[in-house]
T-cell receptor
């Protein structure tokens, strides 16, 4: 059973460009979470999605960031007009959707904004 | 408050020794407390987790001690090995959102 997959693993963008990060959850998992990790810091929650629904986006910046988890295909975290402060590791996690279940993390996408 | 405070920031332990990492939380509504291990360039991997109705949980060399009244929990790694060298994060959740501590960089020396 493949784990959570994220791509690309590394992404370089210039200021003002768009960054699109993809996450394929573990097989059978219907819940996806996105976290951001700045250098030397812990992970910060961004958004929690189920198929076709955003459940909790309380950690998402109000502007430039959006997330989706369509009925078919991976979850996408989209950052428009990137700035240097967006440089970080972005981790996706998934869970089966049961109450209190474990979140399994992917390897992350390391975004560098030049 | 949603904060989880973790200490120490870094820890050096001799091989065979006990590594202890502490966390404290503020929100009494938290009901799930996992510990994650992260190696450089990798995603966090669940190590062990506990719920507040239990004061201790042991899995192999890893033990969580939980003090509900003090709102503190700790990770103990017995017989620490060089392969345990990694960054460890405590976390707490209420529902689905994990709130992480700032991490402890553990180094096991021969």
């Amino acid at each position: 059973n493949a784990g959570v997959m994220q791509n690309p693993r590394h992404l370089v963008r210039r200021r003002g460009q768009e960054a699109r990060l993809r996450c394929s959850p573990m097989k059978g998992h219907s819940h996806v979470y996105w976290y951001r990790q700045l250098p030397e810091e812990g992970l910060k929650f961004m958004v929690y999605l189920q198929k076709e629904n955003i459940i909790d986006e309380s950690g998402m910046p109000k502007e430039r960031f959006s997330a989706e988890f369509p009925k078919e295909g991976p979850s996408i975290l989209r950052i428009q007009q990137v700035v240097r402060g967006d440089s970080a590791a972005y981790f996706c996690a998934s869970s089966p959707g049961l109450a209190g279940d474990t979140q399994y993390f992917g390897p992350g996408t390391r975004l560098t904004v030049l | 408050q949603q904060q989880v405070k973790q200490s120490p920031q870094s820890l050096i332990v001799q091989k065979g020794g006990i590594s202890i990492i502490n966390c404290a939380y503020e929100n009494t509504a938290f009901d799930y407390f996992p510990w994650y291990q992260q190696f450089p360039g990798k995603g966090p991997a669940l190590l062990i987790a506990i719920r507040p109705d239990v004061s201790e949980k042991k899995e192999g060399r890893f033990t969580i001690s939980f003090n509900k009244s003090a709102k503190q929990f700790s990770l103990h790694i017995m017989d620490s090995q060089p392969g345990d060298s990694a960054t460890y994060f405590c976390a707490a959740s209420m529902g689905k959102k994990l709130t992480f501590g700032t991490g402890t960089r553990l180094t096991i020396i021969p």
